[in-house]
Each structure stands twice: as C-alpha cells, then as structure tokens.
C-alpha cells in the first residue's frame, strides 16, 4: 500500500499561527516596553469553583504610546530581549485620564 501524503494545515493569507492576548497594562516605566497583565478565569479542581489566575507579559511598544491602565493586545514574537517575547498590536480601549491634584497646603 502507498502511503499518502498528509495534510498539512495551511495558513490562510493574512494569518498567523502566533498567540494573541488581551490585557491591561500595569507598568510603563521602561524606554519602549511595558506590563501587560493578562486575567483568565479557570475551573478549581478539587472545588469546581471559578477562580481568577493572573499572569504578566513584557510586552515592545515601538512608539511609546500606551499609558497605564490601557487594554491591549498583544502578540507573541520572537525573543527581543531576555523576558521580552511579546509585542503590541492594538491599543483595544484607552484609560481614564484623570486631571492631577494639586499639592500644597489645605
């Protein structure tokens, strides 16, 4: 018997096979990086009651324009420093900003 050859899964045009993720950002204190925090809810074992798990990406931010508490997605890529593997492709949902409040007596 002549074995076929098998399929191979072909990427459509325009598509990637990279992971996508949507978070929050929580830190950006670096020059064109940032701290994505992404939430996922999963099921307990023992307890079978949904929990909240939490993990935090590096994420490269070329322009420098997302702010703290922006919505994010981000996007797996290839090692760009020694945590960094994971770069913005959209900015999903800008933060409130909220006007500073003066210091100084009361």
């Not at 204190?29 to 909240?52: A, D, G, N, Q």
Request: net charge positive; aromatic share 2%.
């Amino acid at each position: 018997m002549a074995m076929e050859p098998t399929a191979t899964p072909s990427n459509k045009a325009g598509e990637s096979r990279r992971q996508e993720k949507i978070g929050i950002v929580t830190s950006t204190k670096m020059k064109k990086s940032i701290v994505v925090t992404v939430e996922r809810h999963v099921k307990h074992p023992l307890y079978k009651r949904v929990v909240r798990r939490s993990a935090k990406f590096m994420a490269h931010d070329e322009k420098s324009e997302c702010r703290p508490g922006d919505t994010v997605r981000i996007e797996e890529t290839r090692p760009l420093s020694r945590r960094k593997r994971w770069r913005v492709v959209q900015i999903v949902s800008r933060a409130a900003q909220v006007a500073p409040v003066p210091e100084g007596p009361v």
